[in-house]
């Protein structure tokens, strides 16, 4: 069983950035896929992100790629997402997820365990 608790989220004008971590619990992290996924209001949750448990793979969905960044620590148990050049369409509920396969997979279905959320919102 493992227990996610992300953090980091806030309000920032476009433009601006924010990194989120989310550190992980009760199980070996070192062997875990992580992802970031966001949800919007009135809009699915969508894949954002993704690390191998190696932290060499990594994959992103469009929008983000060359404004976002995901790494991680395993001595840490933590894994970072750093957002730059945020735009308004960013906004939404970051979810950090853990996938026992521990590949790059944007299919929710693959993560067995999820954090609370935290509320990333970018003003205009």
């Known amino acids: 069983q493992v227990q996610l608790v992300e953090s980091g989220g806030g309000l920032v004008q476009a433009g601006g950035s924010l990194r989120l971590s989310c550190v992980a619990s009760?199980?070996?992290?070192?062997?875990?896929?992580m992802g970031w996924f966001r949800q919007a209001p009135g809009k699915e949750r969508e894949f954002v992100v993704g690390?191998?448990?190696?932290?060499?793979?990594?994959s992103y969905t469009d929008s983000v790629k060359g404004r976002f960044t995901i790494s991680r620590d395993n001595a840490k148990n933590t894994v970072y997402l750093q957002m730059n050049n945020l735009k308004p369409e960013d906004t939404a509920i970051y979810y950090c997820?853990?996938?026992?396969?521990?590949?790059?997979?944007?299919?929710?279905?693959?993560?067995?365990?999820w954090g609370q959320g935290t509320q990333v919102t970018v003003s205009s």
């Open positions: 997820a853990a996938s026992a396969l521990g590949v790059v997979t944007p299919k929710a279905s693959l993560f067995a365990a």
């Open positions: 009760g199980r070996t992290f070192s062997s875990l896929g």
């Open positions: 690390i191998a448990w190696s932290g060499v793979a990594t």
